[in-house]
């Protein structure tokens, strides 16, 4: 939120009752304003909450305590985080174009991995007859969660959830399709070329991998580490990954948008090394 700026004029009254009443009157709207300032700045605070954010006037305390997590252990960080119920990623819902695209049948069906699946709603939410989905999570807690939430999905036998290191799993099986959604920005930037030889070796060739891109900014260390498109490309491209569509994202949630890009790529015919 951009701070507001009070500009006072100078108006010079001749009679000093007036002048009384005025700057009596003046105190009264600064404090009206102020008032409706400190109102707007809790009520986006609370929007801010559900995302990974940070303002003009500070970084979302919630992302401040998850950093402290991560920097003091890269693995058991995630874990005190979900123990400690610092999830500021976390929509409490599924991820709104990821539910779109799903609805107006926009998703490949098959087999689907969501690296980094946290409470799990966007597995629950695309999984169908036609779409496995597992979601995979490095910590234990997040897990339980997301198995206690849709323990009474009507969906259920089409998904399921792991507890397992993206970056050492060895699935049974290859996957259609791949989405990742605050999990590349989570890893630390040194990491990223080997999250796409993963995305590689894990998806069939002509397979699509889904990425909401996220933060674009130029905001200074993480987690969420600052992202672009071209460094998306510069770790898929090396790996036979071509770009289908990038466009914003229309429909993120309002903290996020104009920060977001949703983009599209298919792996190359290769054959994938599992």
Request: net charge neutral.
């Amino acid at each position: 939120m951009r701070p507001l700026s009070l500009f006072m004029g100078h108006i010079l009254f001749p009679i000093r009752s007036l002048q009384s009443k005025t700057r009596a009157i003046s105190s009264r709207n600064i404090g009206i304003i102020a008032s409706k300032r400190v109102r707007m700045e809790k009520r986006d605070e609370s929007h801010g909450n559900n995302g990974v954010e940070t303002t003009a006037r500070s970084i979302n305390p919630r992302v401040d305590k998850l950093q402290q997590f991560v920097r003091s252990d890269s693995t058991g960080g995630w874990e005190d985080s979900w123990e400690q119920d610092v999830t500021p990623w976390d929509l409490g819902q599924p991820t709104p174009v990821i539910l779109h695209l799903h609805q107006t049948g926009a998703l490949p069906k098959g087999r689907a991995l969501v690296p980094g699946c946290g409470s799990g709603y966007d597995v629950v939410a695309i999984a169908c007859p036609e779409r496995h989905v597992v979601g995979l999570d490095i910590s234990n807690r997040a897990i339980m969660k997301a198995e206690e939430l849709s323990s009474s999905s009507p969906n259920a036998s089409y998904f399921t959830f792991s507890k397992a290191d993206f970056f050492t799993w060895s699935p049974t099986e290859l996957f259609d399709l791949i989405i990742d959604y605050t999990f590349f920005c989570a890893i630390e930037p040194d990491m990223r070329l080997a999250w796409a030889k993963r995305i590689h070796d894990i998806l069939k060739p002509g397979g699509e991998l889904i990425t909401l891109m996220f933060p674009i900014s130029d905001q200074v260390g993480g987690p969420p580490y600052k992202v672009s498109v071209s460094d998306y490309e510069e770790v898929l491209h090396p790996m036979g990954f071509k770009a289908i569509s990038i466009v914003d994202n229309e429909l993120a949630i309002r903290p996020r948008q104009g920060r977001e890009k949703l983009g599209r790529w298919k792996r190359s015919s290769a054959q994938s090394s599992l």
